[in-house]
């Protein structure tokens, strides 16, 4: 079952050390309320959940992974691999993301979504950075289903944009697809979130490099009489 049209009260916190992520961020999100953009290290933000940027496996052994796990300790990939073995049978694919109480009181969630199969990647001709980010306002929906307004604000950093070498503007515009997405619909499945972006975005790579493409939520089927 899906749910149209889910108005969010989400309080979103864009920030990256990456100055051409921040500036492609202010162009992509520009005139979409409730996004604050700023340029800095996400373990300075005060929300209730931070986004990490992982691979299938759950490994926080590089990029903002690894920081996040020095900061909270080793426990928390441990939690974050025992979502995995449980929810996915220990492999998270690309488009679904796991949420876990990171054993802190900032934030007292960690969502991990992966970007990439494997550590360190190259994902920059993919739509992964899409469907990571999309998974991971999702999992605010799945989150917020079983306790309600648990999660009220949320920071996500460049998703790709380092070990997964994606330029700083498309970046920026999978970002921002990813986001509308969570405010028009609400997915209780992965799989036909990842079917619904591959569908519309898989032909992304002849457009533009600075144009933004809003995907199109699933239409609900007619109820009966």
Known sequence: MSVN???SPLRVVLTDINSKVVDSWRAAFAGTPGIEIRKGSILDEHVDAWVSPTNSRGRMDGGVDAVIKRHLGAGIQ?????????EFDGRLPVGGAVCVPSGA???????????????????????????????????IH????????SITSVALVGMGAQTGR????????LMWAGYT??????FTDY??????????????ENAPEDQRVRIQPP???????
Do not use: W
């Open 166 to 173: 994606v330029p700083a503007r498309v970046c920026a515009n």
């Open 191 to 204: 799989d036909e979130l990842r079917s619904t972006i591959v569908a519309q975005l898989d032909d992304i």
């Open 219 to 225: 239409k609900r089927p007619a109820s009966r009489r």
């Open 105 to 139: 009181t900032n934030p007292r969630f960690l969502i991990s979504t992966p970007t990439m199969e494997r550590s360190s990647q190259n994902v920059s001709e993919t739509l992964n950075v899409a469907l990571a980010c999309a998974a991971a306002f999702q999992a």
């Open 142 to 149: 799945r989150q917020n289903q079983d306790a309600p307004g």
């Open 5 to 7: 049209r889910v108005p």
């Open 181 to 186: 997405l969570f405010n028009d619909y609400r």
């Open 78 to 86: 441990l939690r974050v691999q025992r979502a995995i073995r449980d």
